[in-house]
C-alpha cells in the first residue's frame, strides 16, 4: 500500500491557517509604529524576508535566544518602524505574501489608463462608486506607496516589484502628485487620500493583538532595523527620523533610492506630456469639465479636480524645471512661455508669495529661448504685463540679448558662402563631409576660455554666458508603463538588487552587464561616447537640461572631447493621430516650422523587414520651393471629448509593451519626388532602401528626395479648418490630415546641405514613459531626413494594436502619439 505524499499546496495551506489563528507560534512580533500590536508568526516562514532572516542570524541581539524576553513561552521581539510609510494594512499584506496567502489587491479601473483612454476613466469615476470584491483590498494609491515602502523595509523583493508596476500602471490625473511627492521624500500623509483604506489588511483583521497605550508604555526597550544591503540607497538611521510625521520635514527619511528615482521619473515623464491638459482643466477651461464629480458626501475631503499647477501642487521649482524641460509637449516656443505665464497667473489668483516670485523670475529668463520666437512675438512679449502684479513677465534684457543671438546666428548662416547644390557622395567620410557644411558654431571644452578664438563674439566675455552640449548618438527609454502588473500571476522572481538597479531599459542593459561600478540613480546608455543619464531628485528625474556656462565647461568635461555651442537649440513638439491606419511606406507628416533659414517636419512611416513590422520617425528637412505636405490631424469621426481645433495653430487637444527592443543602425536613399495630391488627406508616399551599417549602435535611417521643379505656393489663412475628401463621413479617409499651412520665413538658408544634431522624445500613449532618442551632428540636404525605426512604437505602449482596436468615431483627440524635437546647427 503506497502511502501519498503530503502536497505542497497542502503545506502552504496549513502554515497560512496557522497565521491567521496564530497557532503554534515561536515568535511574537512586538510591532510598533503608526500602530502597536503583536504578531504571533514562525520564523521559517519570516526568514524568506531578509530583514527577518538578518534579524534571526546575523548577530543581533534577538538571533540570542537568552537573552530574548518572553510570551507566554513564546520568544517575544520588538519591531519599531521608524518610517511612517509603513501602515499597518500594508505590513499584515507583506507578511501574509511570505505565508503564501494575503488578500488579492484589486486595483480601481478607473486609475487604470490605457491607449483607447488614457486620461478619461480617473476624470469620471470616483473610486468610493468602484464595488470591491469579497475578500479582496482595495489598492489605492496610499495603500500601494505604503506596500512598496514596507516590502522595501523588510526586503521581500517580489511583493515590491509588483507593488512598483501597479504604481507605474496607475499613473494618472488624480495620482501624479501623491507619487511624486512620494519619490521626493515626502511622507503619504502629505496627500490628500482618495480613498477611505480600512485600517487592516482585507481578511486579516483577527491576525493582529492591539496593543493600548497604557501597555505600549510599559513596553522594553525597541529594536529598530534597517537592512545594510540599502542603507545608503533607502531609510535612514533612525536617529533621523524624529519629525517622520510632520509631512514636509521627512524629506531625507523617505528616499527609497533608484526605487524612488523610478517613480520620479514615471512622473516627470507623464507631467510632460500632459502639462498643457493638465493646466487647462485646472483652470476650468477644458470640455473635461461637465463629466468629472468627485463630490461623495459632505464629509468627504475629495478634490473635484486633479491639484497639479495650482499653490497646493508642484513645487515653484517644479514649475521652472516643467516649462524649462526639453521634453515638455508644446508645439512651440512662443507656447512655452504662454504656458508659462498661465501657470503664474493662475498661482498668483491666491496671493502674491515672495519666494515664488523670486522663482518666476529665474523662469522666465532662464527658461525659455526667446531666440527662436518671431520678432513680432518678441514684440508683443515685451509689452506684455500681468494683470495682477502690472509688471512685465520678462526683463527688457532678456529679449535684447535674445535679439542679439538671432541677429548673430542670421549673421553666420547668411554670410556663409553658399555650397555647390549636389548631394554629397556616400562614398566620401561623413564626418569630413559635415566638417565641410558646419557654420563653426561648436567649439570644445578646450576651447573655452582661449582670448581670440572664434566663438569669442557669440559666446560673449563673461564667464557665465550659458553653453549647449552637442549631443551624441544615443537612445534609451525613460520611465515605465508597469507592464509587469498585467499578470501578476506570472511570479516574476526578481532579486533586491535587480529592484535597485535603476534602468530597466532594454537599452541599457548591455552596458549594465558589462559596468556594474557606475553610482546610483545614473545608467549607462547604449551609445558611442557611452554617455550617462542622470535621474534623481537633484535634475528633477531627468527633466533638467544639460547646460552650462563657460566656466564650468571645463570642469565637467575634464578631457575637453565634449563640444559645445552658444546658440539654443529650436524645441517643438509634434502630434499624429489614427497610426494604426497609416499603410506601408505611406508617410504621415506633422506641421512644418521654421528654424534659422530653414523648413523641417517630422513623418512617421511604416516599414516591413523580414516578416517585422516596424515605425519609423524621421525628421526631415523640407525644400522651401514645394508643397508644404498636409499635417496629421485628429479624424472629424471622433467623438469631442476635449477642443478640436488646427493642428498647425498649435491648438491645445486636452489627452484622454513588450520588451523595447535595441535598434539598430541603416542609411538608405530614397528617390522619389513629391506631387501635390488632390487630396489633402493623402500621405505622400516613398520607398526608401535602407542597407544595414554597422557602424553605430541605433536606428539611423536618411532618405533623400531629389527637389522638383518649383510650385508656387499659396497663402492658407491659419485659421482654416481641417478638410477632407468629401462632406460624406463615409469618404473621410484616415489618417486625417488637415490643409498645409507654410510658416513664416525670415530668411533662407541657401546651402544645399547642412550639418544639425537633434532629439526626438516620444511620449507613451498614457505618458509614464517615453522613448528618446539623439543623434549626433548629421548632414541635411534639401529634401533629406533622417531618424529611427523600431518596433517597440509600434506596441500598445504608443499605439492600439491587435484586432480590438477602437473604432475611429469612438476615439477622441486625446488618442494621439505625441514627440517633442529638439534641433540645433554647428
Known amino acids: 500500500m503506497t502511502i501519498s505524499a503530503i502536497r505542497p499546496v497542502d503545506i502552504q495551506s496549513h502554515l497560512y491557517t496557522s497565521f491567521l489563528q496564530g497557532h503554534t507560534a515561536d515568535v511574537v512580533l512586538r510591532v510598533s509604529g503608526r500602530w502597536k500590536a503583536f504578531y504571533r508568526l514562525h520564523r521559517v516562514v519570516l526568514i524568506q524576508a531578509d530583514f527577518f532572516r538578518s534579524l534571526f542570524t546575523s548577530g543581533f541581539r534577538e538571533s540570542d535566544s537568552q537573552l530574548r524576553p518572553r510570551q507566554g513561552g513564546v520568544e517575544e521581539i520588538d519591531i519599531v518602524f521608524d518610517d511612517s510609510n509603513i501602515t499597518r494594512a500594508a505590513f499584515e499584506i507583506c507578511i501574509s505574501r511570505l505565508y503564501g496567502g494575503g488578500p488579492p489587491l484589486h486595483v480601481f479601473s478607473c486609475l487604470v489608463p490605457s491607449t ?83 485600517e487592516a489588511g482585507a481578511g486579516l483583521e483577527r491576525v493582529a493583538e492591539l496593543i493600548d497605550d497604557d501597555l505600549a508604555s510599559t513596553t522594553t526597550e525597541g529594536f529598530a532595523y534597517i537592512p545594510r544591503t540599502q542603507s545608503s540607497q533607502s531609510s535612514t538611521s533612525s536617529d533621523d527620523t524624529s519629525d517622520s510625521e510632520a509631512g514636509d520635514s521627512a524629506f531625507s527619511s523617505h528616499n527609497y533610492g533608484p526605487i524612488s528615482d523610478k517613480i520620479g521619473e514615471a512622473c516627470a515623464c507623464w507631467l510632460t506630456r500632459w502639462a498643457r491638459d493638465m493646466l ?94 518671431a520678432m513680432d512675438d518678441i514684440i508683443a512679449i515685451s509689452h506684455d504685463k500681468s494683470p495682477i502684479t502690472e ?215 511604416v516599414v516591413k523587414k523580414k516578416g517585422q513590422t516596424q515605425l519609423g520617425i524621421y525628421l526631415y528637412r523640407q525644400s522651401s520651393v514645394e508643397a508644404i505636405p498636409p499635417a496629421s490631424a485628429p479624424s472629424p469621426l471622433a467623438t469631442s471629448i476635449g477642443r478640436s481645433g488646427n493642428s498647425e495653430e498649435g491648438s491645445d487637444i486636452p489627452g484622454s509593451s513588450p520588451r523595447s527592443e535595441r535598434p539598430q543602425l541603416s542609411r538608405g536613399i530614397s528617390n522619389a519626388s513629391f506631387q501635390p495630391s488632390t487630396s489633402p488627406s493623402s500621405p505622400r508616399s516613398v520607398p526608401v532602401n535602407s542597407p544595414t551599417l554597422t557602424s553605430r549602435t541605433l536606428l539611423l535611417t536618411s532618405s533623400i528626395s531629389p527637389p522638383t521643379p518649383p510650385i508656387m505656393l499659396l497663402s492658407v489663412a491659419s485659421s482654416t479648418p481641417p478638410t477632407s475628401t468629401a462632406s460624406s463621413p463615409s469618404n473621410i479617409t484616415v489618417p486625417y490630415t488637415s490643409s498645409p499651412v ?63 482596436v477602437t473604432a475611429v468615431e469612438n476615439r477622441t483627440a486625446a488618442n494621439s502619439l505625441r514627440a517633442t524635437v529638439v534641433l540645433g546647427l554647428i
Open 116 to 198: 483607447a483612454q488614457p486620461l478619461s476613466p480617473s476624470l469620471g469615476n470616483p473610486l468610493e462608486a468602484e464595488v470591491i470584491p469579497e475578500g479582496h483590498h482595495p489598492a489605492s494609491p496610499r495603500l500601494l506607496l505604503s506596500v512598496l515602502a514596507t516590502s522595501i523595509y523588510l526586503c521581500i523583493p517580489t511583493v515590491a516589484s509588483h507593488a512598483l508596476s501597479l504604481i507605474f500602471k496607475t499613473l494618472g490625473p488624480l495620482t501624479v502628485m501623491p507619487y511624486l511627492n512620494f519619490a521626493l521624500g515626502k511622507s503619504i500623509d502629505t496627500s490628500t487620500p482618495l480613498y477611505r483604506d480600512p
Open 280 to 373: 487647462d482643466l485646472e483652470m476650468g477651461e477644458g470640455k473635461y469639465i461637465s463629466v468629472i464629480d468627485y463630490r461623495l458626501d459632505d464629509d468627504a475631503r475629495l478634490p473635484r479636480k486633479p491639484l497639479i499647477w495650482g499653490r497646493r501642487g508642484l513645487d515653484p521649482e517644479w514649475v521652472t524645471a516643467i516649462v524649462a524641460a526639453d521634453t515638455l509637449f508644446v508645439k512651440s516656443e512662443k507656447e512655452r512661455y504662454d504656458f508659462a505665464r498661465s501657470v503664474v497667473e493662475f498661482r498668483r489668483r491666491d496671493g502674491i508669495d515672495g519666494e515664488e516670485e523670486e522663482e518666476w523670475t529665474k523662469l522666465f529668463d532662464e527658461a525659455i529661448y526667446y531666440e527662436n520666437m
Open 391 to 605: 509688471r512685465s513677465f520678462v526683463p527688457i534684457a532678456t529679449l535684447q540679448g535674445a535679439l542679439w543671438s538671432q541677429s548673430l546666428l542670421r549673421h553666420h548662416i547668411t554670410a556663409k558662402p553658399s555650397s555647390p547644390k549636389a548631394s554629397p557622395s556616400f562614398s566620401q567620410s561623413t564626418a569630413a563631409a559635415a566638417k565641410e557644411k558646419e557654420l563653426g558654431l561648436a567649439f570644445s571644452s578646450n576651447e573655452l576660455g582661449l582670448p581670440g578664438d572664434r566663438n569669442e563674439l557669440q559666446r560673449g566675455s563673461p564667464s557665465q554666458k550659458l553653453c549647449y552640449p552637442v549631443p551624441g548618438d544615443s537612445s534609451w527609454k525613460m520611465g515605465d508603463n508597469g507592464e509587469e502588473a498585467s499578470d501578476p500571476s506570472a511570479r516574476i522572481q526578481v532579486s533586491m538588487d535587480e529592484l535597485f538597479t535603476f534602468s530597466h531599459s532594454a537599452y541599457a542593459a548591455s552596458a549594465r552587464q558589462s559596468s556594474n561600478a557606475h553610482r546610483a540613480g545614473t545608467r549607462k546608455v547604449a551609445t558611442d561616447k557611452d554617455t550617462e543619464i542622470c535621474s534623481t531628485e537633484s535634475t528633477f528625474f531627468g527633466l533638467k537640461r544639460e547646460r552650462c556656462t563657460t566656466r564650468d565647461c571645463a570642469s565637467q568635461d575634464p578631457k575637453g572631447k565634449r563640444r559645445w555651442t552658444s546658440f539654443p537649440p529650436c524645441r517643438f513638439g509634434v502630434e499624429f493621430w489614427n497610426i494604426d491606419a497609416l499603410k506601408e511606406k505611406s508617410r504621415l507628416h506633422s506641421q512644418t516650422v521654421w528654424y534659422a533659414g530653414s523648413l523641417f517636419n517630422v513623418y512617421l512611416q
Open 742 to 804: 507654410a510658416p513664416q520665413q525670415p530668411y533662407r538658408d541657401s546651402r544645399a546641405s547642412i550639418s544639425a544634431y537633434f532629439m526626438i522624445s516620444c511620449a507613451s500613449a498614457t505618458g509614464p514613459s517615453q522613448m528618446r532618442f539623439t543623434s549626433a551632428p548629421d548632414l541635411f540636404s534639401v529634401g533629406q531626413s533622417w531618424g529611427w525605426k523600431t518596433s517597440s512604437l509600434r506596441t500598445d505602449q504608443y499605439m492600439e494594436v491587435g484586432d480590438n
